[in-house]
């Protein structure tokens, strides 16, 4: 099966920059996706990495290692509509159709 | 960019009654479209993986007899929640793939009272 651990709460201060690990074991691995959604939205796509390396949009940034199965969603100067919830995901399982959700983080950003 | 729609964006209902919730992709076809579900302060769990004409994959630990998903068309899917229970009441929201990535609809909050 899948799974994809995160951090569950994050605090950073407007215009500082965060980091926000997932590490994830899958059956089968076609990439990490990393997803935003404020309180009673639905997700919205911010990254997606194939392969290892950084993959830069704008203020976001994201990061993986396939070897390490690890990566990162970087923000650079935070602004506080940037507060929501980051999920990392996997296209993996029985087919590579399928995307699993990591735990989720929980980002706040303080004045 | 793609858009996906669902209806309703709310729905409050009986215990024991059946609801029918409607997933769209509005400008493009999508041959594959997933439910998932949302707990408050939870991640999104994949229910099933819905195909246009075909049965749909359930995921582990979730009953395909309770919910009842069709794959009408390339833009049309729907997830009807049988026999609603306290319990089921969640967000759910739908997605779709398009040619670049995965689009999600605005979800359905259900509330069974």
């Known amino acids: 099966g899948q799974s994809l651990e995160q951090p569950s709460e994050v605090t950073a201060v407007e215009g500082a920059i965060v980091q926000i690990n997932c590490t994830y074991q899958?059956?089968?691995?076609?990439?990490l996706s990393w997803y935003q959604q404020h309180d009673g939205g639905a997700p919205t796509f911010l990254s997606y990495?194939?392969?290892?390396g950084l993959e830069e949009t704008g203020r976001f940034s994201s990061f993986l290692s396939r070897s390490d199965s690890y990566g990162y969603l970087l923000l650079q100067e935070l602004q506080m509509k940037d507060s929501a919830s980051y999920f990392c995901?996997?296209?993996?399982?029985?087919?590579?159709?399928?995307?699993?959700f990591g735990t989720g983080t929980r980002l706040t950003v303080i004045p | 960019g793609a858009v996906v729609s669902q209806h309703p964006s709310w729905v409050i209902c009986k215990s024991g009654t059946s609801v029918k919730i409607e997933c769209r992709s509005l400008?493009?076809?999508?041959?594959?479209m997933f439910w998932y579900r949302q707990f408050p302060k939870q991640s999104l769990m994949l229910m099933a993986t819905?195909?246009?004409?075909?049965?749909?994959?359930?995921e582990q630990g979730v009953e395909k007899d309770k919910f009842l998903i069709n794959h009408a068309s390339l833009t049309l899917s729907t997830l009807t929640v049988t026999s609603a229970h306290p319990e089921d009441s969640s967000f759910y929201i739908c997605?779709?793939?398009?040619?670049?990535?995965?689009?999600f609809g605005p979800g359905t909050r259900l509330l069974v009272l």
């Open positions: 997605s779709a793939r398009g040619e670049e990535t995965q689009y």
């Open positions: 899958t059956s089968g691995f076609y990439g």
């Open positions: 990495n194939a392969l290892d």
């Open positions: 995901a996997v296209r993996g399982g029985a087919g590579a159709n399928n995307l699993f």
């Open positions: 400008d493009f076809q999508a041959t594959t």
């Open positions: 819905s195909n246009e004409g075909s049965k749909a994959t359930y």
